[in-house]
């Protein structure tokens, strides 16, 4: 007996009803990103691997899927070379393209590529899948979309403001409640500094930025495994406890961080952001907010919902230096980043999709006949024409049959077409729901319809 087909764990089919509710996700949020002057790019499934590794930090780098190359991908591989070689290396010698890990390294790759063909500051967004080498768990799949939108070529601090208002904007189209938590890689790095820690800043927020997962003990263990003495551990915890009003952290922030420059200037740029935005959902400054990647600069978002226990639906920030690893230097970019399976679990959890959405085929068309079939093209390409969504069912099979299959497609109306309807150029609309019939001219029913 064939053995059943199957699909990689972290992976999932999408029927009708599951893409219809996707569309609207992705349409949503296409319709805010274009009313603020964003434009759609797409980039290759794959990129060459010397264009992602390094850019995500050792334990992104793990986490890329590595595609072996074409033909024989042993050749000039030898048994020293298996035995000796790291598993890095190793897979530079089998391996020259990866599946991207997200959508912002191969944007930045995008700019330096096409750099004479754009205007500064150039507002892209683009909304297509990628993948990573990740352990699968509810709400974390190895394949899924993101739905990017950046802004390059452009200091100013408005743009990190409009961000934030397209953030605010989409979950009110969406009817999620959601916290938008801030904070900035600046202010990471002057504490790092006032623990006498600055050559640690990696191992620090890659730290802190696990502790929702894991703890703040689990997170003090991982500091000490990573070299940090106990005394700037000790110093640290004040800050990653720290409660109170946006105002009241920024306050005590400003004092902790008094003799560093640059922990100063992250705090005048999250306050910047915090004031301008005004959102209707809360904007909140949390200081163990990291976003482990390492090409973030200034400020940092992330947004979780409110109502459902799950991940980070949304996150993004500022990166400074992205496209200077490609040539570029000096070129400031910053972003956002929508989760759009997990924004579809939410959704779902939460039964927030309009009714209207499943609803593929607003109209089945009976097939009692040739003759009948006939009399109905017309009338179902006048309908087309003017945007109903409709259909007839193939085959002049039973009629039962033909309700049955209106009634599983969650059809609302079906037209029937006799004898008596074609005599007087007519057609009966009957309403799935109420069972209520009515005899109407082809111009009637689109009207009705409509």
């Given at each position: 007996?064939?053995?059943?087909?199957?699909?990689?764990?972290?992976?999932?089919?999408?029927?009708?009803?599951e893409?219809?509710?996707?569309?609207?996700i992705f349409?949503?949020?296409r319709?805010?990103?274009?009313?603020?002057?964003?434009?759609?790019?797409?980039?290759?499934?794959?990129?060459?691997?010397?264009?992602?590794?390094?850019k995500?930090g050792?334990?992104?780098?793990?986490?890329?899927?590595?595609i072996?190359?074409?033909?024989?991908?042993?050749?000039?591989?030898t048994?020293?070379?298996?035995?000796?070689?790291?598993t890095?290396?190793?897979?530079a010698?089998?391996?020259?393209?990866g599946l991207r890990?997200?959508?912002?390294?191969?944007?930045?790759?995008?700019?330096?590529?096409?750099?004479?063909?754009?205007?500064?500051?150039?507002?892209?967004?683009q909304?297509?899948p990628?993948?990573?080498?990740d352990?699968?768990?509810?709400?974390r799949?190895?394949?899924?979309?993101?739905?990017?939108?950046?802004?390059?070529?452009?200091d100013?601090?408005?743009?990190?403001?409009?961000?934030?208002?397209i953030?605010?904007?989409v979950?009110?189209?969406?009817?999620?409640r959601?916290?938008?938590?801030?904070?900035?890689r600046k202010?990471?790095?002057?504490?790092a500094?006032?623990?006498?820690?600055?050559?640690?800043i990696v191992?620090?927020?890659?730290a802190?930025?696990?502790?929702d997962?894991?703890?703040?003990?689990?997170?003090?263990?991982e500091?000490?495994?990573?070299?940090?003495?106990?005394e700037?551990?000790e110093r640290?915890?004040?800050?990653i406890?720290?409660?109170?009003?946006?105002?009241?952290?920024?306050?005590?922030?400003?004092?902790?961080?008094?003799?560093?420059?640059?922990?100063?200037?992250?705090?005048d740029?999250?306050?910047?952001?915090?004031?301008k935005?005004r959102?209707?959902n809360?904007?909140?400054?949390?200081l163990?907010?990291?976003r482990?990647?390492?090409y973030?600069?200034?400020c940092i978002?992330?947004?979780k919902?409110?109502?459902?226990?799950?991940g980070?639906?949304?996150?993004?920030?500022?990166?400074?230096?992205?496209?200077?690893?490609?040539?570029?230097?000096?070129?400031?970019?910053?972003?956002?980043?929508?989760?759009?399976?997990?924004?579809?679990?939410?959704?779902?959890?939460l039964?927030?999709?309009?009714?209207?959405?499943?609803?593929a085929t607003?109209?089945?068309?009976?097939?009692f006949?040739?003759?009948?079939?006939?009399y109905?093209?017309?009338?179902?390409?006048?309908?087309?024409?003017?945007?109903?969504?409709?259909?007839?069912?193939?085959?002049a099979?039973?009629?039962?049959?033909?309700?049955?299959?209106?009634?599983?497609?969650?059809?609302p109306f079906?037209?029937l077409?006799g004898?008596?309807?074609?005599?007087?150029?007519?057609?009966?609309?009957k309403?799935m729901?109420?069972g209520?019939?009515?005899?109407?001219t082809p111009?009637?029913?689109l009207?009705?319809?409509?």
């Open positions: 007996m064939a053995q059943k087909p199957s699909i990689p764990k972290g992976t999932r089919d999408f029927g009708p009803v893409m219809a509710r996707r569309n609207y349409d949503t949020i319709s805010v990103y274009a009313l603020y002057g964003f434009q759609q790019i797409e980039t290759p499934s794959m990129e060459n691997l010397s264009t992602l590794m390094g995500y050792e334990e992104g780098d793990k986490l890329l899927f590595k072996l190359n074409s033909g024989d991908f042993m050749r000039g591989v048994e020293e070379n298996i035995r000796e070689d790291s890095n290396r190793l897979a010698r089998l391996c020259e393209k890990y997200d959508l912002t390294v191969p944007f930045a790759r995008y700019v330096v590529q096409h750099r004479e063909e754009l205007t500064l500051p150039f507002r892209r967004f909304i297509q990628v993948w990573r080498a352990r699968p768990q509810k709400g799949y190895r394949e899924f979309y993101q739905c990017d939108a950046d802004v390059v070529g452009s100013s601090l408005l743009n990190e403001v409009e961000l934030m208002q953030v605010d904007t979950f009110q189209k969406f009817g999620i959601v916290c938008i938590k801030i904070n900035n202010i990471l790095t002057g504490i500094e006032m623990i006498g820690q600055a050559d640690k191992d620090i927020t890659v802190i930025d696990k502790l997962k894991i703890g703040l003990d689990n997170v003090n263990a500091l000490r495994e990573n070299g940090l003495p106990e700037a551990i640290l915890q004040p800050i406890k720290l409660s109170g009003t946006n105002d009241e952290k920024l306050a005590t922030m400003r004092e902790v961080l008094r003799d560093s420059e640059t922990g100063l200037k992250g705090i740029e999250v306050e910047f952001v915090l004031k935005s959102l209707k809360p904007l909140e400054l949390d163990t907010l990291a482990g990647l390492n973030y600069t200034g978002f992330e947004v919902a409110l109502d459902v226990e799950i980070s639906i949304t996150g993004g920030g500022r990166y400074d230096n992205l496209t200077g690893i490609f040539g570029m230097p000096g070129l400031s970019g910053v972003g956002i980043s929508f989760g759009a399976d997990r924004i579809y679990d939410v959704l779902n959890q039964d927030l999709y309009p009714k209207t959405v499943s609803t607003q109209l089945l068309f009976i097939n006949g040739e003759v009948e079939a006939a109905c093209l017309p009338i179902l390409a006048q309908l087309r024409e003017a945007g109903i969504r409709c259909e007839i069912y193939p085959d099979t039973k009629m039962k049959k033909q309700m049955q299959y209106a009634n599983q497609k969650e059809i079906v037209v077409v004898e008596n309807e074609m005599q007087q150029g007519r057609v009966t609309l309403n729901e109420t209520e019939q009515q005899l109407l111009d009637e029913l009207a009705a319809i409509s």
